[in-house]
């Protein structure tokens, strides 16, 4: 299996994967089944997770058919244009349904304002996404369009090779992109022992409800590193796609951001209380999370060792 | 700093730096990482405690961390000095590795300030937080972050090694 097997896999569940979340999400609302609402929002959170992977299989996939005759590259870059924006507002949903599902856990009742952002992010995240699709498709399916008719627009405001012009033409910008990404590795990395070190029976007295209050900043953590490692992918694709460290280092990177998932939402983590000890459930679960994370920095350490970068 | 630099050139340190094996250079580098998050991280934790993040939790158990804090840094420091000897000519006149070292030993005593100051205090669960920590807080975060960053930018600015960073 290779980069554009795997695009060709899971190109269409931002798609019809945000598509299904709204469905759930409007279902919610119809039924005033609060468990229904409260599902769409995970979903929401796992379909931005798996945009992850659609994004870089595309983008080594793009690398590959740039090579092939007949393909129209500038139709390829205005596919990665268009994905850059959808992918974009794709993390924004994720990250809103994330915040909803956090404050409704340690509230216990939704907050509508923020039903209200996740539900108008996905519309526009559906939208433009469903353009990117089309883009993608056009690459090699000239039989999709029309005789005579134009391809699909990208967007004319965001270029992935702008990104990449930035990056790549000031000197400061690489090495502050690494400071942030180092501050960002520690931040999360800190939030997410003293949270897990708890369920694994460090510091028993401490209710796990009273740890969840940190969580926002391992994501924020999370959100620096996202957005500064996405400007090294868009700048030198190269260094990573054909990268074999970089493919167990997402990997390893989605498993953990399952996790977070779990410890924001799930009722058997909330649930651990002052002086109770974690269910072995719990405790194996805490230790993935721990492992999954240090995994994480390990392959994003031997990048230039166990791979080609730099 | 003459004998350092006839460390750089022992057998051990050649190993380190040039054998390609991923135990030599690479291991070092990743306990350098896991180390520094996880000083950097669980102090950061704490200080954003005693900045009124999650005020439920009480100050008094997270008293246990600062063992496994300095526990964290002996890693840390031990494969640091490894690195510096392994490309200690150029790391030695590096001006950013002594910009790092002063915001690391800042870092180290605010730390030592906290346990001292503020979690040693067994009725620190009584009162609010202090000005005194939450300004301990304050410029701990400040320092660490200092520190992350002199210690990125040593890749970028001065005398650079040719050496993966």
């Known amino acids: ?310 | 700093m003459d004998f350092i630099i006839q460390l750089q050139h022992s057998a051990v340190m050649d190993w380190v730096r040039e054998s390609g094996s991923l135990l030599g250079y690479p291991a070092i580098l990743f306990l350098h990482t896991i180390g520094l998050a996880t000083v950097a991280g669980l102090n950061g934790a704490i200080d954003l405690r005693l900045l009124g993040v999650a005020s439920r939790i009480p100050l008094a158990p997270l008293n246990r961390f600062f063992p496994f804090i300095w526990g964290a840094f002996g890693v840390t420091a031990l494969s640091g000095v490894t690195l510096l000897i392994a490309d200690a000519e150029t790391k030695l006149r590096s001006p950013v590795f002594y910009i790092k070292m002063a915001f690391i030993i800042l870092a180290l005593i605010n730390l030592q300030l906290l346990k001292k100051r503020v979690f040693a205090d067994p009725n620190v669960d009584t009162h609010p937080v202090t000005s005194q920590a939450r300004m301990l807080a304050f410029t701990s975060l400040v320092f660490w972050v200092a520190a992350t960053t002199a210690g990125r930018l040593m890749a970028y600015i001065g005398p650079v090694a040719g050496l993966g960073s």
């Open chain 1, 1 to 310: 299996m290779n980069a554009p097997h795997f695009h060709l896999i899971l190109n269409h569940v931002p798609t019809i994967g945000s598509a299904i979340a709204i469905g759930l999400l409007l279902l919610g609302l119809l039924r005033r089944q609060e468990a229904l609402t409260r599902v769409s929002l995970e979903v929401f959170y796992v379909i931005a997770l798996i945009t992850l992977p659609a994004y870089l299989s595309g983008v080594a996939t793009g690398m590959e058919l740039e090579k092939m005759p007949d393909i129209s590259v500038e139709a390829i870059h205005k596919h990665h244009d268009g994905a850059i924006v959808a992918f974009g507002l794709m993390l924004l949903t994720g990250l809103s349904a994330w915040f909803g599902l956090w404050q409704w856990r340690r509230v216990n009742r939704p907050s509508w304002i923020n039903i209200g952002i996740v539900l108008v992010l996905s519309l526009l995240t559906l939208t433009t996404m469903a353009g990117t699709a089309t883009m993608g498709g056009e690459i090699r399916h000239p039989e999709m369009m029309p005789e005579g008719s134009a391809p699909t627009a990208g967007p004319s405001w965001i270029h992935a090779a702008s990104i990449q012009s930035l990056v790549t033409d000031h000197t400061w910008i690489w090495p502050s992109l690494e400071a942030l990404h180092f501050i960002g590795l520690w931040l999360l990395f800190g939030v997410v022992l003293l949270v897990n070190l708890r369920m694994l029976g460090m510091m028993k007295s401490v209710p796990f409800s009273a740890l969840h209050r940190m969580l926002p900043w391992a994501v924020l953590g999370l959100g620096i590193n996202i957005v500064s490692g996405m400007m090294w992918v868009i700048a030198t694709p190269e260094q990573y796609m054909a990268n074999v460290s970089f493919f167990w280092k997402m990997g390893f990177l989605l498993l953990a951001g399952l996790n977070l998932l779990y410890v924001t939402a799930f009722d058997e983590a909330w649930q651990v209380g002052a002086n109770e000890d974690a269910s072995f459930g719990n405790k194996a679960i805490a230790f993935g999370a721990i492992a999954s994370w240090v995994f994480v920095m390990y392959f994003g350490r031997m990048l230039p060792f166990l791979g080609n970068a730099f």
